[in-house]
């Protein structure tokens, strides 16, 4: 495991051909209504997104007489060096977030590189400029995996942070060139930020029986609380003899 170094001048990942992916959708098409041609064979044309996975194809077939049939099978969308990045839901002001990356090399070349790391106030990088980045040297073995983290500070004048992440590499072998984008790659996501402060909710109920106190009740009700204070808190009667009369189905006029 790789830990940051210092921040490094903006501008580095603009050095290499490696795209940034953003689109990470789980399903990838949905197709009805196909119909073979004279020769019992349907083309299916469609675009993979960013994410660097194993997917599920399904196909379900029925002919005039509805008989019926299913295929499966499965495609995997991945690239010689891939990032790889978990994406937390989000993030509260004034949390101290690590951000664990790994990047993994399945070509048969070693690769010296960069991992950087650029953070945005915004939901859209592309004109934006970063108000953090970092950097770590990482090397890749042949067919290895190797992993960095960065420690962001989470600001408390925004409501999202944009992370890209991207790796920068050149294979170790003579007259390698790393400008066609095959020994890098990057990714970008969006976290939404909330605020440093959470409301707790609580609430009681009890059967108010014949007889009773409604004073020593609702004293009763505000003992049980332990989140949070009782002082305040509302209180409301409901009739279970309403909630009866109200559940029985009436004739339609």
């Known amino acids: 495991v790789l830990e940051e170094s210092s ?3 903006y501008g580095r990942q603009e050095r290499t051909g490696a795209v940034i992916r953003s689109d990470f959708r789980n399903t990838l098409a949905f197709i009805p209504f196909l119909r073979s041609g004279n020769d019992s064979t349907i083309t299916v044309t469609f675009r993979t997104s960013d994410k660097l996975s194993t997917y599920d194809i399904s ?7 509805m008989r019926n049939n299913t295929v499966s099978g499965q495609m995997t ?31 048969d070349e070693d690769v010296t590189g960069t991992l950087e790391l650029f953070v945005y106030e915004t939901e859209n990088y592309k004109d934006a400029v970063p108000v953090l980045v970092k950097s770590i040297p990482m090397d890749l073995d042949a067919g290895g995996r190797a992993s960095g983290s ?38 970008f996501m969006a976290v939404p930020v909330l605020p440093d402060t959470q409301s707790l909710v609580e609430s009681h109920s009890s059967v108010l029986l014949p007889g009773m106190s409604p004073d020593s009740l609702k004293a009763e009700l505000y003992g049980q ?24 189905p009436r004739k339609a006029a």
Not at 59 to 64: E, I, Q, T
């Open 7 to 9: 921040a490094v001048p």
């Open 150 to 187: 960065f420690s962001v500070e989470v600001p408390g004048d925004t409501d999202s942070l944009g992370f890209k992440v991207l790796y920068a590499g050149f294979p170790d072998m003579a007259g390698g060139d790393a400008d066609d984008g095959r020994w890098s790659d990057g990714l």
């Open 59 to 65: 196909v379900f077939a029925h002919g005039r007489s």
């Open 77 to 107: 969308v991945t690239k010689p060096v891939m990032v790889s990045v978990s994406s937390p839901r989000f993030l509260r002001e004034g949390d101290i977030y690590v951000l664990d990356a790994s990047v993994s090399n399945s070509t």
């Open 225 to 248: 609380f332990v989140n949070t204070l009782p002082y305040g808190a509302g209180s409301r009667e409901i009739s279970l003899l309403d909630m009866v009369k109200d559940a029985v």
